[in-house]
């Protein structure tokens, strides 16, 4: 039946080899955008949700509006971003940092909230002040909970990059919607499965990175 | 600013409201695409994670297949989809949607079948209920909550995704914010853009509703300690099946 059409195979070897090049670029293209929305994310959602637990009330608004930033699909929110900012990197860069402050803040929030009394009571007892308190103790008991959120929320950006297709920046997407335009199969399943590796291996380095700022976490797993 | 104009503009224009392209069609076929895929989704990950959670077994597996999920963009999988035989348009979106709708379902009816207190499990036993009888009398009825704001979770992500099929060739309101990019009309674009973002809040906020109704008073009670209204997204491997029982509340609190 399909015997004239030509061979579409959804993975050759031949097409990574033709097009490393090209993979190379995106996949660059990919990581800069992924590690700038989360960074500038982080220096975002850390004072707003230090600011949340200073001041409760603003817990409601915060977590409301965030919500509401979430709740909007990618392609919506690119297309409000870019009036502003066009067909360029920055539009993605907007729109994954609104994405990503949602997962930052609650889990920030909760990582403090999580601070048992006792430990609390125990570091006032010793003479710790606020600001003292928020470093040498409440910080580092919700670390856990907070890289938690930096893990969740890199690996969705990861995978939200590829919408930023639509205004012509979508790291590896640009090659995903490259493949499906001239219908070539191998282009398609080869920046996906990069793409999702990507996502893993981000996850990997973040899941070390949390070991490492915890040596008092190690003994005892 | 002279883009919201041309939105309102676009919105008022009775020429956008008629006809396959028009703004009810779209509205309609986004809402059957979305339906579908929850549909298709609850059919396969709900038997399956009553019977993981009433055994006790797959925890783990139900874990990995969120976390592993996560890092699929659903892009790719619309495309992939989308370029092989299952078709073009919006077979494969449905398709595409319910794979990405069944890991928060099986999630939440997982763990909410195994938050049922033991005691009442084993009270049910001790007064000779089958093993059926205590998952479909006692278990799923304790576990309506937490299954209702998995649906929630699904419906709200499966409505906001379902914008993407328009870059496949499928359909639904994404095609106005993709033809706007097409022509590069900043009007039509945001007014794409917020006909989509109002049908993704409208949903959230209608199924927020239908998980308080289904809520006893009791749960409602506690998500309002402390001022926090969501529970933490637990990382990829950070251990137990976390619910994902709100993400991100509008209506609520």
């Known amino acids: 039946m399909a015997a004239d059409e030509p061979a579409n195979p959804w993975f050759s070897w031949q097409y990574v080899q033709d097009n490393s090049g090209d993979l190379q670029h995106y996949l660059q293209q990919h990581l800069i955008l992924t590690v700038e929305s989360v960074a500038i994310a982080m220096l975002l959602a850390f004072p707003l949700a230090l600011l949340a637990f200073r001041f409760r009330w603003l817990t409601t608004p915060l977590l409301g509006i965030t919500g509401v930033l979430y709740t909007i699909p990618s392609l919506a929110l690119f297309g409000f971003i870019y009036p502003f900012t066009g067909l360029t990197e920055r539009t993605v860069v907007v729109g994954l940092v609104m994405y990503a402050l949602l997962v930052l803040v609650r889990n920030t929030l909760a990582g403090l909230d999580g601070v048992p009394d006792d430990v609390r009571e125990a570091a006032r007892g010793m003479g710790y002040g606020r600001g003292r308190m928020l470093w040498k103790v409440e910080l580092p008991v919700a670390l856990p909970t907070i890289m938690a959120g930096v893990r969740v929320a890199t690996v969705s950006t990861v995978a939200l990059v590829t919408v930023g297709v639509i205004v012509g920046n979508g790291g590896l997407g640009q090659l995903i919607f490259r493949g499906f335009n001239s219908d070539y199969h191998a282009e398609i399943l080869t920046a996906s499965l990069l793409t999702v590796g990507l996502g893993l291996a981000l996850d990997v380095l973040l899941a070390l990175a949390t070991r490492a700022l915890m040596p008092w976490s190690r003994s005892r797993s | ?237 950070a251990g137990g099946a976390e619910p994902d029982n709100d993400r991100g509340s509008v209506a609520v609190s």
């Not at chain 2, 996560?70 to 790719?76: D, E, H, V």
């Not at chain 2, 077979?91 to 928060?104: E, G, K, N, Q, S």
């Not at chain 2, 998952?135 to 995704?161: C, D, N, S, Y």
């Not at chain 2, 914008?163 to 900043?186: E, H, K, R, S, Y």
Request: proline share 6%; net charge neutral; glycine share 14%.
């Open chain 2, 1 to 237: 600013m002279s883009s919201l104009n041309d939105a309102f503009v676009w919105l008022n224009d009775p020429l956008n409201w008629q006809g396959p392209q028009g703004v009810p069609h779209l509205t309609w076929e986004h809402l059957y695409i979305s339906g579908f895929a929850v549909g298709i989704a609850a059919v396969i990950a709900m038997p399956l994670a009553l019977a993981l959670g009433h055994t006790g077994r797959g925890g783990g597996f139900t874990v990995v297949v969120t976390n592993v999920s996560r890092a699929i963009p659903t892009l790719a999988l619309l495309t992939v989809f989308s370029a092989t035989a299952i078709g073009f348009g919006n077979r494969a979106t449905i398709i595409a949607l319910a794979v990405f709708a069944i890991p928060p379902l099986l999630t939440n009816t997982y763990v909410g079948v195994r938050a049922v207190d033991p005691d009442v499990v084993e009270a049910a036993r001790g007064m000779g209920l089958s093993g059926w009888a205590v998952l479909t009398r006692v278990e799923l009825p304790l576990a309506v909550p937490l299954i209702a704001a998995g649906v929630r979770t699904a419906a709200v992500q499966v409505v906001a995704t379902a914008t993407l099929a328009a870059l496949v060739g499928g359909g639904g309101l994404g095609v106005i914010i993709n033809t706007g990019f097409g022509q590069q009309d900043p009007g039509q674009i945001i007014a794409g853009g917020i006909l989509v973002a109002a049908l993704a809040l409208a949903t959230e906020i209608v199924l927020a509703l239908v998980q308080r109704q289904v809520t006893p008073g009791r749960s409602r009670g506690r998500r309002a300690v402390g001022g926090l209204d969501a529970a933490p997204l637990a990382g990829p491997g």
